[in-house]
């Protein structure tokens, strides 16, 4: 037996902990989350830090999330099946942090490995972002005078969709130490403060233990695991709510021990037949027949596929090929290929905060990496919204109207699962944004097929929904009155241009597409119409509202788009005297209260809008509008940075271009700040492979352009930009250097 021989040692795929430091190691957590679309694990110690009990019980009420302080200073563990989710007492519905499976706990003489309290030295953990390989080593001076060099390897296979893979090896280098390890599955761990599991089962094996939870969202999670070591793990412990699989191994100088585990992690929401057991079982049976070797070989082969769509090369510049890197790594490893019953949460499933739940951030942020990456993605990622649209029904008929309103933040089932009100009842953007997606995926991919047979059902749904929403006002137009646009600090404005113009987009979208299909296919057109009962008089309000759709403009020449008709009402606000400590958010240095009432942006309103809709504002009228909201914007929301950089970009202030993206690579990458410490900013990762494609490399989006043409701008140092993607069925290459673009076909 030997350790897994790992292939590509690429620096530039290394994401790399320097060692235990309290500051920093919840922040390796997050970022260092390891998955394979289907399940997840943060990257937290094997053994777990002793100090931070994983079963803490609080109440954790409604907040925004952005200026919340969290618990959990220095570890949280985070095992997460996106679609296994149950109701929390205070925030609604929430994805649940399942049983932790690496749990490894390692005793000499008494003396427990830990990585705050034991004398470790000689520490590297590496993130392989090519394979999603976990490498910890590091040697440990026993308090009894042996010294041993511990090597730690783990993935998520990312072809055996249920199957989990740990090794670790112990290496004598001096004295003797007799080794107690106690390998197991631990259900003691909470989310966000609260307990989901309605029963635990636990059952002791030969050569394993398995654990079963049953949540209160009523689902039944299954974890088996099975040890493979030249040692007797026959012992057991049952300690509280884990079990474990115990052995005692003998180091002496120079004895090495490797301990192989395979785990399989089966729900009963897996779409597959047998029973859970039966399941698991297969799973690892098939994976010790295979060998670690072959586990490791297939993964690999399946992550270097991904990896030859989607690796973007950038020569001349370590920190932003590593940060689009660990960008794609993320994107890749979020997204569940098989499965559009799920989405992707907005922390990526790599943490608890927001809950597991779906935003925007996948229609307008993250959508775009999948079209031109992975088309197949893309598309269940909407069929994800398709097959949610009864929840959406229901919203819409909450609070009063027909059609559908997609949830501000959406769990499985479709419905409004945020407990804020604010965002809940005002931020209605998100119904036309994803009216914007399925255009933009047609634009890309050609996939007129997922228009005919579900786009349009959402289409025609939503649009009874803004026809009620929108108010006539006395000229005749249509407004959208008590509306929070992307700016979170304004939460009840009138005529909200994003929104307005979204939702108009939205509208003519259905005419059109209404319009189409009839002329095309003419039965099914009518099938259409009788199954949905929609009726003449309704198309012709749909065009009515599209049409009167009212947009907020200035008309004293200054070229200005107010954020929303009583923008300019808002008072203006003095940052230097509020805003004195830079690197807090500036929501945290004034009242709720206080912010609602100024012209404080949160994030990008207008420049959203202008990235969207490009061809709609000339370079000049985008210049001044850039000059005059990014003054008066925080950026305290993480998709703010992103927009700005793309809009500079593509103005050619490459100053301002290469400041934001500082800011975006910061946003995960900066250890110090820590941003990954509750999940990844998996919006923002979309936002830097978009402000590479579309601002550096200056691509012209699918939704505007036929051809894909290259527009290059790189940033300084930058000696050469390579970019593989999909454009409308083709497969190409696009190779940038001195701002000179060669497109290649692959
Ligand atoms: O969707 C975003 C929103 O735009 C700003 N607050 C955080 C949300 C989730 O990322």
């Not at 297969?282 to 070797?293: K, L, M, Y």
């Not at 788009?561 to 923008?567: A, C, L, Y």
């Not at 790189?714 to 701002?739: C, H, M, Q, T, Y």
Request: aromatic residues 10%; negative net charge.
């Amino acid at each position: 037996m030997q350790m897994i021989v790992t292939k590509d040692n690429l620096e530039d795929f290394y994401l790399k902990d320097p060692g235990y430091d309290p500051a920093t190691s919840k922040y390796y957590e997050g970022i260092m989350t390891q998955g394979n679309g289907y399940m997840h694990v943060r990257g937290s110690y094997d053994e777990g830090l002793i100090a931070e009990k994983q079963d803490l019980e609080y109440d954790r009420k409604p907040a925004n999330v952005t200026l919340e302080v969290q618990r959990f200073p220095l570890s949280k563990w985070g095992t997460f099946v996106p679609g296994v989710v149950g109701p929390h007492p205070f925030l609604m519905t929430e994805m649940i942090n399942q049983p932790y499976f690496f749990d490894t706990v390692l005793t000499v003489d008494g003396e427990r490995l830990d990585m705050a309290e034991s004398r470790i030295s000689d520490y590297e953990r590496i993130l392989n972002l090519s394979d999603g390989v976990l490498t910890r080593s590091f040697r440990w001076d026993c308090r009894n005078g042996a010294a041993l060099r511990l090597t730690y390897k783990r993935f998520i296979s990312m072809d055996r969709k249920h199957l989990a893979l740990s090794q670790l090896m112990i290496k004598g280098l001096s004295g003797s130490a007799r080794v107690q390890i106690d390998a197991g599955i631990n259900a003691g761990v909470r989310t966000n403060g609260f307990d989901h599991f309605t029963s635990i089962r636990k059952n002791q094996r030969q050569t394993g233990c398995s654990l079963e939870v049953e949540t209160n969202g009523g689902n039944k999670v299954l974890i088996v695991s099975e040890i493979e070591a030249d040692a007797d793990f026959s012992g057991k412990k049952d300690i509280n709510d884990a079990i474990y699989s115990s052995g005692t191994v003998e180091i002496n100088e120079n004895t090495e021990f490797l301990m192989t585990r395979y785990i399989a992690l089966c729900t009963d929401r897996d779409q597959e037949e047998d029973s859970l057991s039966f399941r698991a079982r297969s799973v690892i049976e098939e994976a010790r027949r295979a060998g670690a070797q072959t586990i490791y070989d297939d993964h690999k082969t399946a992550w270097e596929k991904r990896w030859s769509a989607s690796d973007i090369r950038i020569k001349g510049d370590h920190r932003a090929q590593l940060a689009i890197r660990a960008s794609i790594y993320h994107l890749m490893r979020a997204a569940d290929r098989e499965d559009p019953r799920v989405a992707i949460g907005a922390k990526g499933h790599a943490g608890e905060a927001y809950f597991g739940r779906y935003f925007w951030d996948t229609e307008i942020n993250m959508l775009p990496f999948f079209l031109h990456t992975d088309p197949e993605a893309a598309r269940n990622l909407l069929m994800f919204r398709y097959l949610t649209l009864d929840g959406a029904r229901e919203n819409a008929k909450s609070y009063g109207y027909p059609g559908a309103r997609y949830a501000w933040e959406s769990s499985v089932s479709g419905h409004e699962e945020c407990a804020c009100w604010q965002y809940a009842d005002h931020e209605i953007h998100v119904t036309a944004d994803i009216a914007y997606a399925m255009k933009n995926y047609i634009s890309a991919t050609g996939d007129e097929e997922f228009m005919e047979n579900f786009g349009l059902e959402i289409l025609i749904e939503t649009s009874r929904y803004w026809v009620k929403r929108a108010d006539k006002n006395r000229n005749g137009e249509y407004e959208l009155l008590a509306v929070m646009g992307p700016d979170e600090y304004l939460p009840m404005t009138r005529n909200n241009y994003y929104t307005n113009r979204m939702v108009k987009f939205s509208l003519d979208l259905t005419c059109a597409e209404l319009e189409s299909l009839e002329e095309k296919e003419p039965l099914k057109y009518r099938v259409l119409k009788e199954r949905l009962g929609l009726k003449d008089d309704e198309k012709k309000l749909f065009k009515e509202v599209a049409d009167n759709m009212r947009l907020p403009k200035t008309d004293d020449g200054s070229d200005i788009v107010p954020q929303s008709d009583d923008f300019f009402d808002y008072a203006d606000i003095d940052f230097d005297e509020v805003w004195k400590d830079r690197s807090k958010c500036f929501g945290t240095c004034i009242s709720q209260e206080h912010n609602y009432r100024v012209k404080a942006l949160k994030q990008a309103d207008v420049l959203e809008n202008m990235l969207l809709f490009g061809p709609e504002f000339t370079d000049e009228v985008k210049s001044k509008n850039y000059d005059y909201y990014e003054p008066i914007t925080t950026h305290d929301s993480s998709l703010s940075a992103a927009v700005h950089g793309i809009i500079a970009a593509r103005l050619g202030r490459m100053d301002e271009a290469e400041k934001f993206l500082d800011k975006v690579i910061d946003i995960d990458m900066d250890e110090a700040a820590g941003g990954a410490k509750e999940g990844i900013h998996i919006a923002n990762c979309g936002g830097l492979w978009q402000l590479i494609v579309y601002g550096f490399a200056g691509l012209g989006p699918a939704m505007w352009n036929e051809s894909a043409d290259f527009k290059p701008m790189l940033p300084a140092g930058w000696e050469e930009l390579e970019i593989p993607f999909f454009w409308k069925g083709r497969s190409l290459k696009v190779v940038i250097s001195d701002n000179k673009a060669v497109l290649i076909e692959r």
